[in-house]
Each structure stands twice: as C-alpha cells, then as structure tokens.
C-alpha cells in the first residue's frame, strides 16, 4: 500500500508507533497523547502487567518465543477497545505477519525510522534491552534494522524520520501528515 493511501479501517483509529529499538516510540508517544488528548497504551508495560515480570525477566527465565506470544496476545487484547488511543508497541511487533495485519487494521500505522548509528548513541547506556546484551552492539543493531526494515514499511501507512530531530518535531509532522 503507497504513503497516500492512509486510512483507519479498523473498529478504531488508534494512532500506532512502531520501529526499532531507541526509534523514540515512547517519548513521541507521550507528546502525541498530550497534544491530541489521547490515553497512551504501551504494549511492553502491557505485557510486563500480564506476565507480572519485567521483559528483561521474560526473556530470561522464558524466553523470547514466550515473549513474543504475549506480545501477540496483547495485540488482540486491544482489538477489544473501542475508544481511540496513541500506542506505542514493542520493536519487535511488526516481526509477526500475523500482527502486521492486525496493526494495520486498527489505525494509522506510523513506522518512526532510525539509523544504526543514531540508536548506537540512543541506546549506549541502556543495559535493559535484552536482544542487545553481549556481543557487539552495533552489529547486533546493523544486522537487526536490516533484517526488520522491510517488516516495518510493509507494516506501516506512513514513515517518519527521527534522526537529528527533536521528538516534538516528529510528533508535529506525525499530526501534520494524518491530519490531526
Ligand atoms: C524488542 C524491543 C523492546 C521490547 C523487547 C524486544 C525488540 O521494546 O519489546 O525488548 O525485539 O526490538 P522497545 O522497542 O520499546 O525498546
């Protein structure tokens, strides 16, 4: 589907962030939620509540396959709300063809793109990232954007760029370009 083509064909128009780890979906989340007066549901916090543990612990103890079905699951929990809401999903989510089609269907899907070496300097000091410890970080970061990039356009109606910008700047364009 081309960038033109943007609609809200679901039961809702949530307004839903994706992208890759230290993309900012959480920070433009909240910017987007205050300024459109949108309650903010992020899908991590949502399967940290489910799971009672943090996703660090998840990943240990269970796994990422475990993960990775909670993350789905969460997905159709929402399918339940009706009342519109900003989201800010996991870097993963779009991994799962299965969850691209549901995200599609619930709003507009915003795909915030990073390079490599904007989430190095993001994420520097973040040890919380499971997919990210040990190794070599930055080709652990290379190797991952390469292989989701596809899954991300494939997934999102629009994408917008975030290196070197301020978050309230993408937050702006975000509202300029789905008319909000
Ligand atoms: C993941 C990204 C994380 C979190 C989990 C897996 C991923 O979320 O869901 O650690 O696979 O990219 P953020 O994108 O908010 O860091």
Excluded: W
């Amino acid at each position: 589907m081309g960038e033109n083509d943007i609609r809200n064909d679901g039961p809702c128009g949530h307004i839903i962030l994706i992208g890759f780890m230290g993309a900012g979906k959480s920070t433009v989340g909240r910017i987007l939620s205050r300024k459109l007066s949108l309650p903010l549901l992020d899908t991590d916090a949502m399967i940290e509540e489910k799971a009672q543990m943090p996703i660090s612990r998840i990943f240990a103890r269970k796994g990422e396959n475990a993960f990775r079905e909670t993350e789905s699951q969460v997905l159709k929990d929402l399918l339940q709300r009706r009342e519109p809401a900003v989201i800010s999903t996991g870097g993963g989510m779009p991994m799962r063809e299965e969850n691209r089609q549901l995200l599609r269907s619930m709003g507009t899907v915003v795909y915030l793109r990073v390079e490599p070496q904007t989430v190095i300097k993001r994420l520097a000091s973040d040890r919380s990232r499971p997919l990210l410890q040990g190794g070599d970080r930055q080709e652990k970061i290379t190797e991952l954007l390469k292989q989701r990039e596809p899954l991300y356009a494939d997934a999102a109606h629009i994408s917008v760029d975030t290196d070197s910008r301020r978050p309230e700047k993408v937050a702006d364009e975000i509202r300029k370009r789905i008319n909000l």
